[in-house]
């Protein structure tokens, strides 16, 4: 796309691994660069108690992981339509509404897309998944007029929305030359979306662009569910999860699931958390798994766990084993990770991720084998088997890769200079 002059609006991607801010100006690529001269701001927020500060990013993870005393917090967006949205939680000694901790991320986002333009943007496009919410479309809308909220108060004067996988498709248009049929496949932290879109060289000029949508459709799972399901399967039995209590019934699995989940990890630090532990540790039949998970608790040592597993999953896509060492919970302690273990994990959320896109097809009234192009975006989406699985619905369809962590943030700045100018 060729411009005169910039446009007025952005594109932001608020993404629950990283974000993105798309502007289109002339000679100049769609993507602002956010930190540290890179396009991406991970979606983290440490609020640093040492020195009474937020910080944001990759300084973020930088400070806790050096060790500053503080409070972390990843997966923001996974608190939208989440029970967790109405409450607050306590952060540097008040309570803090979770809404309010959305808006300084979203607000850290515009302050560095304006910094770098040198402009004021009042009027933004916002990514958005197909389902905010499965299967509940009252908590869908609370979720989307929240963020439309919190944007709001940021001093956005003009918002609308727009799926994220139909920006991808915008954003794949932008290069192509023959029509196509396109079925794109986003695979973020939180959501995997779909889109079923006819493309084409004449149609990326036209304004309205709703009879090209053949369909959309996702499920609220990602990248951080694959995180938790690998946790669970590979790392987590080392720290009792599966035990037996002495009446033989298997020990109670929340603390596991909250220390393997990146927004509840919080929870297994407070104190009640840690007295039920050590209550729970008299009444199983093998305490070894529960002492060494009370001592990881002890180190605060949870989003150190699930950046070692997250690591590991990314590993896993090109590798076949991956090791995690717990030398600091217990010497020669360690997880052995492999990808058939990974995928034995995620089998179950890859069918009902293949579901939903059967689903699409018959809502469209197309055969999987007359889709052209299988368009693959978002951070998840280079996972081998959940590739593979999907692949096979459209047997006819050459696969493409996307910008894993750019092409929505892309597409919504074209779709933004449509809308606004």
């Known amino acids: 796309m060729t411009l005169a002059s910039p446009a007025r609006a952005c594109g932001i991607d608020f993404g629950t691994s990283n974000s993105t801010v798309g502007w289109l100006r002339p000679g100049a690529g769609n993507l602002i660069a956010l930190e540290d001269g890179k396009d991406t701001l991970p979606s983290v927020l440490f609020f640093n108690f040492e020195e009474q500060r937020p910080a944001f990013g990759r300084q973020a993870l930088g400070e806790y992981l050096d060790g500053y005393e503080g409070r972390l917090m990843r997966s923001l967006k996974s608190l939208l339509g989440s029970p967790l949205l109405g409450s607050a939680t306590t952060v540097l000694g008040s309570a803090l509404p979770f809404t309010q901790i959305l808006g300084l991320f979203l607000g850290e986002l515009k302050k560095r897309a304006e910094a770098h333009a040198g402009r004021e943007f009042a009027q933004a496009v916002l990514g958005r998944p197909v389902f905010f919410v499965d299967d509940d479309p009252a908590a869908d809308r609370d979720a989307a007029d929240t963020l439309v909220q919190v944007a709001r108060e940021l001093g956005f004067a003009e918002v609308s929305f727009q799926y994220e996988p139909i920006a991808a498709a915008f954003d794949y248009e932008a290069d192509i030359d023959r029509e196509e049929l396109v079925l794109i496949v986003d695979i973020g932290g939180?959501?995997?979306?779909?889109?079923?879109?006819?493309?084409?060289?004449?149609?990326?000029?036209?304004?309205?662009?709703?009879?090209?949508?053949?369909?959309?459709?996702?499920?609220?799972?990602?990248?951080?569910?694959?995180?938790?399901?690998?946790?669970?399967?590979?790392?987590?039995?080392?720290?009792?999860?599966?035990?037996?209590?002495?009446?033989?019934?298997?020990?109670?699995?929340?603390?596991?699931?909250?220390?393997?989940?990146?927004?509840?990890?919080?929870?297994?630090?407070?104190?009640?958390?840690?007295?039920?532990?050590?209550?729970?540790?008299?009444?199983?039949?093998?305490?070894?798994?529960?002492?060494?998970?009370?001592?990881?608790?002890?180190?605060?040592?949870?989003?150190?766990?699930?950046?070692?597993?997250?690591?590991?999953?990314?590993?896993?896509?090109?590798?076949?084993?991956?090791?995690?060492?717990?030398g600091r919970i217990e010497a020669g302690l360690a997880a052995e990770l492999s990808r058939p273990l990974f995928e034995e994990a995620i089998a179950s959320s890859l069918a009902r991720i293949n579901a939903s896109i059967e689903r699409l097809l018959q809502d469209a009234g197309v055969n999987g084998a007359a889709v052209d192009t299988l368009f693959f975006t978002g951070g998840s989406s280079g996972i081998p088997a959940l590739r593979a699985s999907v692949a096979a619905l459209l047997p006819n369809a050459r696969q493409v890769e996307g910008n894993r962590f750019g092409g929505i943030g892309s597409g919504l700045a074209i779709e933004a200079q449509r809308r606004y100018g």
Do not use: C
């Open 190 to 326: 939180g959501t995997s979306d779909f889109s079923l879109v006819r493309l084409s060289p004449e149609r990326r000029a036209l304004a309205e662009r709703q009879d090209d949508i053949l369909a959309t459709g996702g499920v609220h799972i990602g990248g951080t569910d694959f995180d938790r399901l690998l946790s669970l399967a590979g790392v987590m039995p080392l720290f009792g999860y599966g035990s037996r209590m002495k009446s033989d019934a298997l020990m109670p699995t929340s603390h596991h699931i909250n220390l393997a989940t990146w927004h509840t990890i919080n929870a297994v630090y407070a104190q009640k958390a840690r007295l039920a532990l050590e209550s729970m540790r008299y009444d199983i039949q093998d305490p070894t798994g529960i002492d060494r998970l009370l001592k990881l608790i002890e180190q605060r040592a949870g989003h150190w766990l699930a950046i070692e597993v997250e690591d590991s999953k990314i590993a896993l896509t090109e590798q076949d084993s991956r090791r995690i060492d717990f």
